[in-house]
């Protein structure tokens, strides 16, 4: 079983859709979660990171977390062409590593 | 100066040939890890320099081998490549290992 599981997808939506975006792990360990965005040829952007359970939202973007049910999300409001790419999870225990869902690509249709 | 660079940017190799990669951190980054990338896949963890010295390393093989120097550049060093090392390097950096880390554009290996 891997660590951290990710869907990966694709995902198709129409522009103005709110997507969910979706990470399961299991190790207790992880204290920091952190979403990235992944351009074609380019390198991961990162996009948000929370440290608890519960909510932490910065413009479109909302991420979760349930440390209770080892699991995180991404939610993605009012859906931009521009969003389209893929989303990686990213869990970090102890300041070195950080371990990385598969990836979901995203594809916004305008 | 502010971002993460890589170079170079693509190449070609020979199995059984070495190769070295290289990032730049961002002025004042100490903290440089490494990630191999597969294609349609997430990065996975190669090793970390902190203050030039290896802090962490990934289930990598000893050819897989890696430096840092004080002006906040590092290196990525593989030997006796294989077809299977074909990937996306990438090249993250951050201050004290702080969370958030910059990620560099990568560079895209080939093994023939």
């Known amino acids: 079983q891997k660590e951290v599981e990710q869907d990966p997808g694709p995902l198709s939506v129409p522009e103005g859709a709110i997507v969910s975006l979706n990470c399961t792990y299991s190790?207790?360990?992880?204290?920091?979660f952190m979403w990235y965005r992944q351009y074609s040829r380019k390198g991961p952007e990162l996009l948000m990171y929370?440290?608890?359970?519960g909510n932490k939202e910065d413009g479109r973007f909302t991420a979760q977390v349930d440390k209770s049910s080892k699991y995180i999300s991404l939610f993605i409001r009012d859906s931009q062409p521009s969003d389209s790419a893929t989303y990686l999870c990213?869990?970090?225990?102890?300041?070195?590593?950080?371990?990385f869902g598969t990836g979901t690509r995203l594809a916004v249709r305008p | 100066e502010t971002g993460v660079t890589q170079s170079p940017t693509h190449l070609i190799k020979t199995r059984g040939q070495q190769v070295t990669l290289r990032c730049s951190s961002q002025s004042g980054h100490n903290t440089v890890s490494w990630y191999q990338q597969a294609l349609g896949q997430g990065p996975q963890f190669i090793f970390q320099y902190y203050r030039e010295e290896e802090n962490g390393r990934g289930n990598f093989p000893p050819r897989f081998s890696g430096l840092q120097f004080p002006n906040y550049s590092s290196e990525l060093n593989v030997n006796a490549l294989e077809l299977d090392d074909s990937a996306l390097y990438l090249c993250?950096?951050?201050?004290?290992?702080?969370?958030?880390?910059?990620f560099g554009s990568g560079t895209r290996l080939t093994v023939v």
């Open positions: 990213a869990l970090e225990s102890s300041g070195d590593k950080l371990t």
């Open positions: 190790n207790s360990a992880f204290q920091y």
């Open positions: 993250a950096s951050s201050r004290d290992r702080v969370v958030g880390y910059t």
């Open positions: 929370t440290y608890s359970s």
